[in-house]
């Protein structure tokens, strides 16, 4: 009885997750077909990419099962959530400030979470290292934008010390899915990738707002940058959503190693 139930639940988290995919797949042609016409709709484009976010954060949450890392799921849970904050901010109220102030929190938990996995190979792993390693680095940053004499507020401090830290916790989850070699982290990893390409495309499409660039090359670039965003930003949320239940492949055979 034991086991037949459980066969039923992994069932309904292969289900759960193929309608979750579909869903991301139909909303993902949709505002990429919108922001590629000349004359689509932006605030359809926008709610659909907000829709997209919000499935990402419900799917963490509705599925459960004993096998996953409960702590990983909370911890997953909230980046999403705060993921979802954001783009409440940025996407939906302009509110650009708040939104990567919420971003840099996002970090701090997929930091937390790259962490745990490090843990894991090295009891030796201190998470206070890392975050004094950003701190540091971000300074750092800041001092050769100021003797280059870019203008500073507040959202450009933010964003230094979020650059910063997605840039790390890329380059750490990256060593912790080769070294580790298991479902979940390379998940991971790939979507913390998708998720630095989005936020490259960002800061080209908005680096004009800080050095005057007056070209043919740079327009294109723009144009590209504007749609590329999202192009990579929806896949990486789904990636890392998709992270957390990667118990449902394993028990289905399809990959060997560790979860």
Same mark, same amino acid.
């Not at 459960?64 to 799921?73: E, I, L, P, R, V």
């Given at each position: 009885?034991?086991? &037949?139930?459980?066969?039923?639940?992994?069932?309904?988290?292969?289900?759960?997750?193929?309608?979750?995919?579909?869903?991301?797949?139909?909303?993902?042609?949709?505002?990429?077909?919108?922001?590629?016409?000349?004359?689509?709709?932006?605030?359809?484009?926008?709610?659909?990419?907000?829709?997209?976010?919000? #499935?990402?954060?419900?799917?963490?949450?509705?599925?459960?099962?004993?096998?996953?890392? &409960?702590?990983?799921?909370?911890?997953? @849970?909230?980046?999403? #959530?705060?993921? #979802?904050?954001?783009?409440?901010?940025?996407?939906?109220?302009?509110?650009?400030?708040? =939104?990567?102030?919420?971003?840099?929190? *996002? &970090?701090?938990?997929?930091?937390?979470?790259?962490? @745990?996995? @490090?843990?894991?190979?090295?009891?030796?792993?201190?998470?206070?290292?890392?975050?004094?390693?950003? %701190?540091?680095?971000?300074?750092? %940053? #800041?001092?050769?934008?100021?003797?280059?004499?870019?203008?500073?507020?507040?959202?450009?401090?933010?964003?230094?010390?979020?650059? %910063?830290?997605?840039?790390?916790?890329?380059?750490? /989850? *990256?060593? %912790?899915?080769?070294?580790?070699?298991?479902?979940?982290?390379?998940?991971?990893?790939?979507?913390?990738?998708?998720?630095?390409?989005?936020?490259?495309?960002?800061?080209?499409?908005?680096?004009?707002?800080?050095?005057?660039?007056?070209?043919?090359?740079?327009?294109? *670039?723009?144009?590209?940058? /504007?749609?590329?965003?999202?192009?990579?930003?929806?896949?990486?949320? *789904?990636?890392?959503?998709?992270?957390?239940?990667?118990?449902?492949?394993?028990? @289905?055979?399809?990959?060997? =190693?560790?979860?």
């Amino acid at each position: 009885m034991g086991k &037949q139930k459980e066969r039923m639940k992994n069932k309904l988290g292969i289900a759960i997750t193929t309608i979750f995919l579909l869903m991301e797949i139909i909303i993902y042609l949709a505002f990429m077909y919108l922001d590629s016409s000349e004359n689509s709709s932006y605030i359809i484009s926008n709610n659909l990419k907000f829709i997209g976010i919000i #499935l990402c954060f419900l799917f963490s949450v509705i599925l459960h099962s004993k096998d996953m890392d &409960q702590t990983d799921m909370y911890i997953l @849970r909230g980046a999403l #959530l705060f993921t #979802l904050i954001s783009d409440l901010f940025i996407l939906i109220l302009d509110h650009y400030t708040l =939104g990567t102030l919420t971003f840099c929190i *996002v &970090q701090l938990l997929y930091l937390i979470r790259i962490y @745990r996995f @490090r843990k894991q190979m090295d009891n030796n792993s201190s998470i206070l290292k890392y975050l004094i390693r950003n %701190v540091l680095i971000t300074l750092g %940053v #800041l001092c050769i934008l100021m003797s280059i004499r870019i203008e500073f507020d507040w959202l450009v401090i933010i964003s230094v010390l979020y650059f %910063v830290s997605i840039v790390l916790n890329v380059r750490d /989850a *990256v060593w %912790v899915a080769y070294k580790t070699k298991s479902l979940k982290t390379i998940i991971f990893a790939i979507g913390m990738v998708l998720f630095l390409l989005c936020d490259i495309n960002v800061l080209l499409f908005n680096i004009s707002d800080f050095v005057a660039i007056d070209s043919a090359l740079f327009s294109n *670039v723009y144009a590209f940058a /504007a749609i590329a965003m999202w192009m990579f930003y929806l896949p990486a949320q *789904v990636g890392i959503a998709i992270s957390g239940a990667s118990f449902i492949f394993l028990k @289905r055979g399809k990959y060997k =190693g560790k979860s």
